[in-house]
């Protein structure tokens, strides 16, 4: 999840403005601060960053961990709590089902296996595939959680995160490499986020799986971090094949956007 854009003003002032429930909107803004700060922190550190005072921060998240969506440790900090796993888990499934007439396309277009991934705390998630049609494809399970470096999904959507933020998220998943060609250290991960930026796309080339290369791109604007790619033999995902390939997966992008946009202006 990219970091919250609410300011310190924003989450203070009142909802009245925006014609909503003050609670609600702060006790959302602080389970987004929680998820910014790797699922666990302390009051004083949300107070710190939301501007909020202590005695209201406590009130809120008491309220939290009664219904559930947050934990409170024994070392007194608090973690998100369970019942936010149900509610993440139906939300990926809907943007899967609205993703997946998208995705047909790009298998259409390619002939390769088209995936949509988010960005879950610290890993990748599958949310929906629609597999190649030919007898050689590859297959990831959808709700497969894998670690972002090794990744073109992964490197999408880390790619406009601050690189401290990059680096504590390294530091926590580790870097193990799954293959030779996985990067290994947090300055060439950071090098390749360079990279994404510069030329708007994503490649793992061999560094999930040897003989693997997949192309990802960003779907912009999403209501949450989301990146769509294509997958399949190196053979036949091929540098040359590359310059083709990623016009369509923008323009598919674009289109995503679009659908998601709309969708979430329904339910609102």
């Known amino acids: 999840m990219p970091p919250s854009s609410a300011s310190t003003s924003d989450a203070a002032k009142p909802a009245a403005a925006s014609g909503g429930v003050q609670s609600l909107e702060r006790a959302f803004d602080l389970l987004e601060r929680m998820a910014d700060a790797g ?16 005695p ?41 089902t609205w993703a997946r007439p998208h995705l047909a396309r790009l298998v259409e277009e390619t002939g390769e296996t088209a995936n949509m991934a988010l960005l879950d705390g610290d890993e990748i998630v599958y949310v929906a595939q629609v597999p190649s049609r030919h007898s050689m494809r590859m297959f990831t399970e959808v709700g497969r959680r894998v670690l972002p470096h090794s990744t073109g999904v992964g490197k999408v959507l880390l790619a406009h995160t601050p690189p401290d933020e990059v680096r504590a998220l390294l530091g926590r998943t580790g870097m193990p490499a799954a293959t030779e060609k996985t990067i290994t250290t947090p300055e060439g991960f950071l090098e390749a986020l360079e ?50 390939i990623v016009p369509v ?20």
């Not at 939290?64 to 139906?90: D, F, K, M, W």
């Not at 960003?218 to 995902?237: F, K």
């Open 39 to 54: 699922g666990e922190v302390g009051l004083s550190e949300l107070s710190a960053s939301s501007g909020l005072p202590l």
């Open 56 to 96: 209201t921060i406590h009130r809120l998240m008491r309220t939290l961990v009664a219904c559930g969506y947050v934990r409170q440790q024994t070392n007194r900090r608090y973690s998100l709590g369970p019942r936010l796993i149900r509610l993440g888990e139906n939300a990926a499934r809907l943007l899967g």
């Open 195 to 244: 990279h994404v930026r510069e030329v708007g796309y994503a490649v793992d080339d061999n560094e999930q799986e040897i003989g693997v290369r997949c192309i990802a791109v960003s779907v912009p604007n999403s209501p949450t971090a989301a990146a769509i790619s294509i997958s399949g033999p190196a053979g036949r995902v091929t540098e040359a094949s590359t310059d083709k």
């Open 249 to 268: 997966l923008q323009e598919v992008a674009r289109e995503l956007s679009i659908v998601l946009a709309n969708q979430t202006a329904q339910n609102h």
